[in-house]
T-cell receptor, first 116, second 114 residues
Framework: AQTVTQSQPEMSVQEAETVTLSCTYD???????LFWYKQPPSRQMILVIR??????QNATENRFSVNFQKAAKSFSLKISDSQLGDTAMYFC?????????????FGKGTKLTVNP | DGGITQSPKYLFRKEGQNVTLSCEQN?????MYWYRQDPGQGLRLIYY???????QKGDIAEGYSVSREKKESFPLTVTSAQKNPTAFYLC?????????????FGNGTRLTVT
């Protein structure tokens, strides 16, 4: 079974600085997809970024980028120029691409606080 | 606008009563999911459905039941057999087919059982 581990329950960063959230996962699949979701205080789940495992290039979405290390099974999220609106819970998630299962497995989350 | 609607936003029930949470989507997605969120636990999968009239148990299905009679609807019933039903429940949907499509989420239902 796939598992996703987020080792940092809480983090804080000063506005305009850069922060990196860690995520590791365990799987025997060769191809899969990884996601970062953001959950602000409104509790709406928002997709931040998506990475396909067979793609070497790290995904980037504006101020958000990932460091995908397939051999190490690591998928960290870097937030540059942090803004107050980035304050939220961040969840790392894994989805296998084969086997008929479309399940998304989530980590327990990292609570990020951006301080003014 | 396309989206996922969960209702109600807050739900209160007495212990021993069954309660049904509604989830409707107009995104034409084949797959739908129910997750439970507790503090410090992340999101845990209760049930999912990849096609009408078919669904599978997730990791914490005990005490819950679902139906998928229509593509647009995936209601979740929390039965009296669920020992700790108080939680935040999230419904989601996605395009099916193993292409790594992301989940789209509703706004959630906060269930409190006393």
């Amino acid at each position: 079974a796939q598992t996703v581990t987020q080792s940092q329950p809480e983090m804080s960063v000063q506005e305009a600085e850069t922060v990196t959230l860690s995520c590791t996962y365990d799987t025997s699949e060769s191809n899969y997809y990884l996601f970062w979701y953001k959950q602000p205080p409104s509790r709406q789940m928002i997709l931040v970024i998506r990475q396909e495992a067979y793609k070497q290039q790290n995904a980037t979405e504006n101020r958000f980028s990932v460091n995908f290390q397939k051999a190490a099974k690591s998928f960290s999220l870097k937030i540059s120029d942090s803004q107050l609106g980035d304050t939220a819970m961040y969840f790392c998630a894994f989805k296998a691409s084969q086997g008929g299962s479309e399940k998304l497995v989530f980590g327990k989350g990292t609570k990020l606080t951006v301080n003014p | 606008d396309g989206g996922i609607t969960q209702s109600p936003k807050y739900l209160f029930r007495k212990e021993g009563q069954n309660v049904t949470l509604s989830c409707e989507q107009n995104l034409n997605h084949d797959a739908m999911y129910w997750y439970r969120q507790d503090p410090g636990q992340g999101l845990r999968l209760i049930y999912y459905s990849q096609i009408v009239n078919d669904f599978q148990k997730g990791d914490i299905a005990e005490g819950y039941s679902v139906s998928r009679e229509k593509k647009e609807s995936f209601p979740l019933t929390v039965t009296s057999a669920q020992k700790n039903p108080t939680a935040f429940y999230l419904c989601a949907s996605s395009v099916s087919g193993g292409k790594g499509s992301p989940l789209h989420f509703g706004n959630g239902t906060r269930l409190t059982v006393t």
